[in-house]
């Protein structure tokens, strides 16, 4: 297993967000929920979450509050930031420096070193590239030893491939 982890965050395709990102040297993402406290049970989660999303599902609540949850828990310093740029075709890849994600009012900022900004999706595998295809603002890419190969391509290496 390995040390770190590989996050990926779709913070937008728009180049003023990219460009922000870059300059400011992290991602953000905004969930458009007021109220977000890193310290929010799942439990309490789910009710904000219903409040500000009277229309969504309950599977679809459940699913956001999962990711919150994780964003909020599991995300290190020292893991890998991954965002999709040019509608995806290409991927900017940085080190995360925060110790844990600071959260104002809906929206969450990940410090990241950024160590890349234009690799090529054809750069990785299919394997991770479908991994890449989430559909989720925030989730982890972990299989097939993503982290060790996605640190590998930001350093201007091959895939190795699993």
Known sequence: MSKFRAWKFRIGSQE?????????GSVILDYG????????TRVELIELLRVHN?????????????????????????????????????MMIGEITSDQPSVSKSRIEVKVSWLTADVPLANFDQDLQYSFMAIHKFCEVSRNGAPERILKIARGEPDPGY
């Open 54 to 90: 009277p229309d969504r599902s309950d599977k679809g609540i459940r699913a956001h509050a999962g990711q919150l949850e994780t964003l909020f828990n599991r995300v290190k310093k020292g893991d890998l930031a991954l965002v999709p740029r040019n509608h995806g075709r290409l």
């Open 33 to 40: 929920t007021p109220g977000l406290r890193k310290t929010m």
């Open 16 to 24: 003023n967000v990219i460009l922000e990102a870059l300059n400011r």
